[in-house]
């Protein structure tokens, strides 16, 4: 069997794996690459293979550098079932065509100011690519081919997210490949913790946080706190956050530190399209939380909820947030600040020295949120340079990521040594330190892929 890194590999975004039988040729994920001009370049090569030759997709979540290819993949001749999760599929409906319209919106800007762009695909490619989602709910094996047998699990990272194992019989023995997708922090609030799994023959390991480990939650808590004492005093507070990841999560958070006291009461404005749409999804999920997020729910459904919370939807809402002078939070996607009204809102308040950015997730190189946890004096948005004269938070520890020491947790529950461990979805640093603990604390051999790598398995 041969398997082709198509992405994802020595970079954390365009994850995607080719996996080729004698019979069979099938993806695990086809996601966006994001970050740099250059990164994003790789959006527009040719597929390594003949989208029309595919037979099917396994999809392990939602976010876009998981999925954000599946129109283009449609685009050129794809047709088969996408496989995934009932929440993930609900997720694309909002999040597929979202990206098509930004790329539209972007590819009629440049047009304007008389810049080349061309959109990765159309509305109706991300319409195509939802007819062909099939959903599966975890824990519930399928066969997408004959002698193959798939079962999705928990990966505890985000709404949806899953952990695919996959066991195909080939030439009378069976084997099995295991691909993490991204795997949560375990011990936090709202979702379950990653599902061990204990056997494998191939892992294709997550590695973005391979070479730290997060704060611990009090501390961050703490920070959080300090952080918007100190913004609310001055001015406005700004928080880029993914719309599906951990918005819910970072709300949870300022509601419990209003009850226990420690913040006053709070003005939040939750400035996304997509949030409202998101909340009623995760609302639709309500049996993939945990105990302690049920609980927080049904205090905010009997009102009494700490947190002033206003969605809003309409452009001239998100405007009308300019006026706001202080005590005041705004929580806006992009999560990595490369698209949405975040931007809208940094352009506005960034040269104002009054105003506080809290950085709530990870940041991948080439985007603006990079730069801002960077520090960089000056940064382009919209075509126009903004100096940076904001304070600049950044809190690791609400990462929707596993860190290190939990990683290698996860990993310490295969009974036995994979015989091939692939390290991906991590910039180089970090695989290569993961790499090195899975060596020392678990004996493990592992490798780090590089970019259209292949290698029989
Ligand atoms: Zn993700």
Request: glycine share 8%; proline share 5%.
């Amino acid at each position: 069997m041969k398997l082709t890194f198509c992405g994802a590999a020595g970079q954390v975004t365009g994850s995607s794996f080719l996996f080729e039988t004698g019979s069979t040729r099938f993806l695990v994920d086809c996601g966006l690459f994001q970050g740099s001009r250059t990164t994003r370049a790789q959006n527009y090569a040719a597929f390594a293979f003949n989208p029309k030759q595919l037979d099917f997709v396994i999809l392990t979540h939602a976010h876009l550098d998981h999925s954000g290819l599946l129109p283009r993949l449609c685009a050129y001749g794809f047709s088969g079932p996408i496989y995934t999760t009932p929440a993930t599929r609900d997720l694309l409906g909002v999040l597929l065509p979202d990206s098509a319209y930004l790329q539209e919106v972007e590819a009629e800007r440049a047009a304007r100011h008389g810049r080349e762009f061309t959109a990765v695909y159309s509305l109706q490619d991300a319409h195509a690519a939802l007819k062909l989602v099939r959903a599966v709910p975890y824990d519930v094996p399928f066969e997408p081919a004959p002698r193959m047998r798939v079962l999705l699990r928990d990966a505890g990272h985000i709404l949806g997210s899953a952990i695919a194992e996959i066991s195909i019989e080939e030439a009378h023995r069976t084997r099995k490949i295991v691909a993490s997708g991204d795997l949560g922090q375990p011990g936090r609030p709202i979702l379950r913790d990653p599902t061990p799994v204990t056997e494998a023959d191939v892992l294709l390991l997550e590695s973005t946080y391979g070479n730290r480990d997060h704060k611990p939650l009090d501390r961050t808590l703490d920070e959080l706190v300090t952080a918007l004492q100190r913004g609310f005093d001055r001015g406005v507070v700004l928080v880029p956050a993914f719309a599906v990841g951990r918005t819910q999560e970072f709300l949870y958070y300022l509601n419990q530190l209003t009850r226990e006291g420690r913040l006053g009461e709070l003005n939040v404005f939750l400035d996304s399209p997509m949030a409202s749409e998101v909340m009623r999804i995760t609302a639709r999920h309500f049996e993939l939380f945990d105990e302690e997020a049920r609980r927080a729910a049904q205090l905010h459904a009997s009102g009494r909820s700490a947190v002033r919370l206003s969605v809003t939807e309409s452009v001239r809402d998100s405007m009308a947030l300019n006026r706001l002078q202080s005590s005041a939070i705004i929580v806006a996607g992009s999560g990595m600040c490369d698209g949405g009204r975040i931007r809208h809102h940094l352009r506005h308040h960034l040269s104002n020295p009054r105003t506080t950015v809290i950085i709530i997730g990870y940041q991948a190189a080439g985007t603006l949120g990079r730069r801002l946890v960077d520090r960089a004096a000056t940064v382009r948005i919209m075509g126009e340079d903004v100096p940076v004269r904001a304070e600049i938070v950044t809190l690791g520890g609400f990462s929707a990521h596993a860190d290190q020491s939990a990683l290698v947790a996860w990993a310490r529950n295969f009974a036995r040594p994979p015989a091939n461990v692939y390290l991906v979805h991590g910039e180089p640093g970090s695989a290569a330190a993961l790499g090195e603990r899975l060596a020392k604390d678990l004996g493990w051999r592992t490798h780090l892929p590089g970019q259209g790598e292949s290698v029989e398995i």
